[in-house]
């Protein structure tokens, strides 16, 4: 009795199957979270708000830092550049430099786009090398 019920099952799985409808491939999403984030880039820009834009990129690093090495951020010093230069097995000359800009930039009242533009950089070489 099972196997004629798994058979008719079968069979009627198959006539079924012809009476679906085609259903038209889909366009894939496009990745909107790259548009999304240049326009974002764009607007900060035009404002020319570098204070902001340095604060968040230096407040990004160090949460990177806390989460990713379980060092505590709140006092830079020399204690800590050497642990985060231990841990990420980078030079201390390149963290002293890293460092350095971004206390230069937290004491600044403005920023120029050149002192913007060497943050982003060093932030950059710090992520990828680990300098």
Do not use: C
């Not at 099952?9 to 259903?23: E, K």
């Not at 786009?113 to 300098?131: A, C, I, M, P, R």
């Amino acid at each position: 009795m099972r196997r004629r019920i798994s058979a008719q099952g079968t069979v009627g799985g198959y006539l079924l199957a012809g009476w679906q409808r085609v259903v038209e491939a889909a366009e894939p999403n496009n990745n909107t979270t790259v548009a999304f984030t240049e326009t974002i880039g764009r607007l900060y820009l035009q404002k020319k708000d570098n204070r902001n834009i340095a604060d968040k990129q230096i407040t990004y690093l160090l949460e990177h830092i806390r989460n990713q090495y379980y060092l505590n951020t709140s006092q830079v010093n020399d204690e800590f550049i050497a642990a985060l230069s231990r841990k990420t097995n980078a030079s201390k000359e390149g963290m002293d430099k890293l460092f350095q800009m971004i206390h230069t930039i937290q004491q600044s009242e403005e920023i120029s786009d050149d002192q913007l533009l060497e943050l982003n950089s060093q932030v950059e070489n710090f992520f990828k090398s680990k300098l």
